[in-house]
């Protein structure tokens, strides 16, 4: 079994049918060149890379941009559409003073299972104290945070408000609130590394820029930029596999990650293990 625990559904056909929204989404998110895809479409590309589950990341800075490039809303409808498949997240902009409310009922009301930050997009530093109501309820209902981590793609987002180091403040306040460093945090891989050894709360995952192709990018982070057994000895616990779907299929995200040669319990707890403790769906 394999959990990707890295989807943005921006090209999810069900949430695609009006243009003038789909338009808006992609040029926020910085997707071009892209068309929606039909759910079984999408279904039969997780299936190649024997995909169980997907944790689909929502989208929402509408203080700046009057509505989410994918609301909780959408989250909620995709995953009613395969509740098994789909687990989805919520997102809120902390700008905003309805933000712990709305936070509150996506999780009560949808019943979404964490919360999904970009501060690079909100131009918001992770210990900004807009933010702490949202970390106190993930605290209080027990919900896990993922964290955009490192340079960002997307439209008016700064890479200066997601370097890793300066999340270790709030990993270090909630210590029982799992946190995910998405994209190892690239290109500060290192500091990511060194969070990971110390806190046992924190997580990251593999949802990486492929600039020659997954399997390239991965043997430079996980082989050059950390030492050869940094994964194996020392972290392996705390890596989920991402596939960062739609800019990366997915099952090419998987070919590369096992192009590495890690043990077969390293990828066990890649794929599948490390995500299921993110989620405290397992011990």
Same mark, same amino acid.
């Given at each position: 079994m394999v959990i990707d625990t890295h989807v943005r559904p921006a090209l999810y056909g069900p949430i695609c049918a009006d243009k003038g929204v789909f338009e808006k989404r992609c040029r926020e998110?910085?997707?071009?060149?892209?068309?929606?895809?039909?759910?079984?479409?999408?279904?039969?590309?997780y299936a190649?890379? /024997?995909? &169980?589950?997907?944790? *689909?990341? =929502?989208? /929402?800075? &509408?203080?700046?941009? *009057?509505? =989410?490039?994918i609301s909780n809303e959408d989250i909620f409808?995709?995953?009613?559409l395969d509740p098994e498949l789909f687990w989805g997240f919520a997102s809120v902009d902390p700008r905003k003073e309805t933000a712990a409310a709305q936070l509150r009922r996506a999780f009560t009301e949808y019943g979404l299972?964490?919360?999904?930050?970009?501060?690079?997009?909100?131009?918001?530093?992770p210990d900004d104290e807009r933010l702490t109501p949202l970390y106190e309820l993930c605290r209080e209902l027990d919900k896990p945070i993922v964290f955009q981590a490192g340079f960002c793609l997307e439209t008016n987002a700064l890479a200066k408000f997601c370097r890793p180091m300066d999340f270790e403040p709030v990993v270090n306040r909630y210590p029982t609130v799992n946190m995910c460093l998405a994209h190892v945090g690239?290109?500060?891989?290192?500091?990511?590394?060194?969070?990971?050894?110390?806190?046992?709360?924190?997580?990251?995952?593999?949802?990486?820029?492929?600039?020659?192709?997954?399997?390239?990018?991965?043997?430079?982070?996980f082989l050059e930029d950390m030492g050869e057994l940094w994964v194996e000895h020392n972290i392996a616990d705390q890596v989920m596999f991402g596939s960062d779907s739609p800019r990366i299929r997915p099952v090419r995200s998987k070919r590369g990650l096992d192009s590495l040669n890690f043990s077969r319990e390293t990828l066990e707890?890649?794929?599948c293990r490390n995500a299921l403790r993110f989620l405290k769906k397992e011990g």
């Open positions: 998110m910085n997707y071009h060149l892209m068309s929606p895809a039909p759910i079984e479409l999408l279904k039969k590309q190649l890379a /024997d995909i &169980s589950h997907v944790f *689909l990341l =929502p989208e /929402d800075c &509408s203080a700046e941009t *009057l509505t =989410p490039s409808s995709l995953t009613a299972v964490g919360l999904y930050l970009n501060t690079a997009r909100l131009h918001m530093f690239w290109p500060w891989v290192q500091e990511t590394a060194a969070l990971l050894l110390k806190y046992p709360n924190l997580y990251t995952n593999t949802a990486l820029m492929s600039f020659d192709g997954p399997g390239q990018i991965y043997r430079k982070v707890k890649i794929y």
